[in-house]
């Protein structure tokens, strides 16, 4: 019989992502630190069964947060055999802190879902960034943009000058220290089992007892504004 205490441990899940379409939805999500990409298109879900009608009652009414919460789990457990071997529920002794590249560059699986003779399935894909998408925020920090004929920039309100395509000039930044994602770790203290795979929001620079409060910069840009206020942030390289 196992430890009592580990059979307690409840998993870590974060939803990270939910964007619907007419006749589709792709559901993002964290479930023990590992990425799932969960693509749903109503015509896979088509044959035997009431798959298609279920997807079509959670797709209509996802702004209630019990049929929401009836939505997940429906995917979950199509995903359970899988998740139980690539992402395994932690003990309390296997527990450490992560830093924020771990974070934000973890293992990563993508699957569509189909009908199955009446049964909801789960067929994986190989993970492609550019075809399911990239959850985490990679805003390039450079001292100079390429030369490469691309006038495409944005400016902020206080006239400072951002590129379009995910890039902000170092020159552009309010002085503030900068540290790479690798250098800052996420505070766990405090947090319950069930947490673990929430977006940070503390963290230290690693070998120190220096604690900053982290907000990603994710690629609404909503963050341009912030790097306008001259107050102490803890921004990496790649603004994570």
């Known amino acids: 019989m196992g430890n009592p205490d580990e059979e307690a441990v409840l998993p870590a899940f974060c939803m990270l992502e939910l964007t619907i379409h007419v006749e589709a939805i792709v559901y993002v999500f964290m479930y023990n ?9 109503a015509e896979k879900l088509e044959g035997e069964g ?24 429906w995917i979950l ?4 055999d899988f998740m ?27 699957f569509e879902l189909v009908n199955k003779g009446g049964k909801l399935c789960a067929v994986q894909e190989d993970y492609d960034p550019k075809t399911h998408g990239d959850t985490s925020p990679r805003t390039e ?6 030369d490469d004929g691309n006038e495409s920039v944005g400016s902020s309100s206080a006239g400072a000058i951002f590129p379009a395509e995910g890039v902000v000039l170092r020159s552009a930044l309010p002085p503030v220290p900068l540290f790479s994602a690798s250098e800052l770790e996420r505070v766990d203290d405090g947090l319950r089992d069930e947490e673990l795979s929430d977006i ?4 230290r620079r690693v070998g120190t007892g220096e604690v900053f409060f982290f907000k990603a910069g ?4 909503g963050y341009l504004r912030e790097m306008e206020i001259p107050t102490l942030t803890a ?6």
């Open 235 to 240: 921004q990496s390289q790649w603004q994570f």
């Open 50 to 73: 009431e798959v298609l009608h279920e997807f079509n009652e959670f797709k209509d009414d996802l702004d209630d947060p019990e049929n929401l919460s009836n939505f997940e789990d």
């Open 33 to 41: 630190r590992v990425r799932f990409y969960v693509n749903i298109i």
């Open 141 to 146: 920090i450079v001292d100079f943009l390429p």
């Open 218 to 221: 994710f690629k609404d840009y």
């Open 200 to 203: 940070p929001s503390k963290v």
């Open 84 to 110: 139980r071997e690539a992402a395994p529920t932690l003990a309390p002794s296997d527990r450490k802190p992560i830093t924020l590249l771990e974070y934000f560059s973890p293992p990563t699986f993508a």
């Open 77 to 80: 457990d199509t995903l359970d």
